[in-house]
């Protein structure tokens, strides 16, 4: 019996400290190049060769200040400070790639649902249905002063605004064009037939729009769905709406347990379990020998800041740590934040001191080090047992880590038959579940154009 194929993807940002913070002093990482596209560019053809499915960009507004109150370690650190807007990157790296997926993260409460739409379908359009979105409710307080609103909404207010934001792309994306609207007839100077183009009505709590959609249907229509939520009312969200659930798992029960509860979630929304691909965010420090990867990653804790990893905790979980002695409790409460985060840290009853050692290296993800052979089976692991679909590798240093993964843990995988040997055909959506639009029982399709 055939095992799994493990899907990957490489998780990145458009600034320079993302998840393992502190290593852009390694002498060896280029992250403080991010402003360039070269920069961008050649990681695009670096992962496309060692034939990663996508590279996953993640994004924020806002920034942190909740630890000590202010942004002075975010801003020494530059702990996703500044951030430069993810969707800016598409073009360049779709352009230099012919198969590489393009997953960039958006955040519902800064966008206008029919402005948005159209730019999505412009980029869907421009990589041939590559284009993966990352739906973000938001949860920074800064973000929420910095867009206009005052404070960020209650945790599932941002949800119930995100369903409803969902409803309207869907009527944009699915319903404004048929299919065959676009006949190019020169002779009898059509273009697009009038007949089968219509303008989507919606009138809701939290939006309005009356109007036509501005693109004609891209190749995927609506983008492949990745969503992050793990709480209650995210994993509702996710089984509803996500083609694609990102978790971040401390452990592989734990890994297990919210890939579960996200399949069920899929269940009770009508849809498939396997409708929706759930993937762990991992970071790997592999070298030739298991003696020559332990080095490795003592070399970079040295550079590593876990007082900066905990300045990006901080306000993952909305707890200034600066307020407690090392080892005084902390009392979690009920977070309006990211709550299974604080819910993890909660049930260890982690101190300061505890986070401090929990995130020498990185402000989130599990570490996998080792040789090729053993990184190899320990993702193996965390797909099994933890019932996964794939792994958002997070980088450590740019592009090494990468290049390293693809150099040796992917050979390494590829010879068990856990990793494809070569791109399949078609959209992001059809290399990821072999159809190019999304399924019959997708709460999208109730919107197609008749």
């Keep these: 019996m055939s095992k799994k194929q493990i899907l990957l993807n490489a998780f990145q940002m458009n600034c320079v400290g993302h998840i393992q913070h ?88 800064a966008e206008n649902p029919y402005a948005f739409a159209r730019r999505v379908s412009s980029l869907d359009h421009l990589t041939k249905g590559r284009l993966g979105w990352n739906i973000v409710t938001g949860y920074s307080d800064s973000g929420a002063r910095g867009l206009g609103y005052g404070e960020l909404e209650k945790h599932d207010e941002r949800y119930d605004r995100a369903d409803e934001f969902m409803e309207v792309v869907y009527k944009l994306w699915e319903g404004s064009w048929a299919d065959d609207a676009v006949v190019v007839d020169r002779t009898r ?35 492949l769905l990745f969503q992050a939520g793990a709480s209650d009312r995210g994993r509702a969200f996710a089984g509803k709406h996500a083609e694609a659930a990102f978790i971040s798992a401390p452990t592989i029960e734990r890994a297990r347990e919210l890939s579960r509860k996200i399949r069920k979630a899929a269940i009770d929304a009508g ?19 298991q003696k020559v990867a332990r080095e490795k990653f003592d070399e970079y804790l040295k550079y590593a800041n876990p007082e900066a990893n905990l300045t990006h905790f901080s306000a993952s979980v909305g707890i200034d740590f600066s307020k407690f002695d090392l080892d005084a409790p902390i009392d979690y409460g009920v977070s309006n934040y990211i709550q299974t985060s604080s819910e993890y840290a909660a049930e260890r009853r982690f101190t300061v001191r505890d986070l401090l050692r929990e995130k020498a290296l990185s402000s989130h993800y599990h570490v996998i080090v080792g040789d090729a052979a053993q990184a190899a089976s320990e993702i193996e692991r965390w797909i099994d047992e933890g019932e996964l679909d794939g792994v958002n590798l997070s980088r450590v240093v740019v592009p090494g880590s990468w290049e390293d993964f693809g150099q040796l843990v992917i050979p390494e995988l590829q010879n068990r038959g856990r990793f494809k040997t070569a791109y399949g055909e078609g959209t992001l959506r059809h290399k990821v579940f072999g159809y190019d639009r999304l399924q019959d029982n997708h709460p999208a399709a109730r919107y197609r154009f008749a």
């Design 189 to 223: 100077r059509v273009y697009a037939r009038p007949d089968r183009v219509r303008a989507i009505e919606h009138n809701g709590a939290y939006y309005k729009s009356n109007a036509i959609h501005g693109s004609s249907p891209s190749p995927q229509r609506t983008p």
């Design 271 to 289: 849809r498939k379990a396997d409708d929706v691909k759930v993937f762990a965010g991992l970071a790997v420090v592999v070298a030739a020998t």
């Design 22 to 109: 502190g290593l852009w002093t390694h002498p060896q990482d280029r992250s403080i190049f991010f402003n360039d596209l070269d920069y961008w560019t050649s990681l695009a053809r670096t992962l496309e060769r060692y034939l990663f499915d996508g590279i996953f960009i993640a994004d924020i507004f806002g920034y942190y200040d909740v630890y000590k109150g202010n942004v002075d370690i975010t801003l020494k650190e530059s702990v996703q400070l500044p951030t430069n807007d993810p969707w800016t990157l598409v073009s360049g790296m779709a352009a230099v790639t012919n198969n590489l997926g393009l997953g960039i993260t958006a955040t519902i409460r």
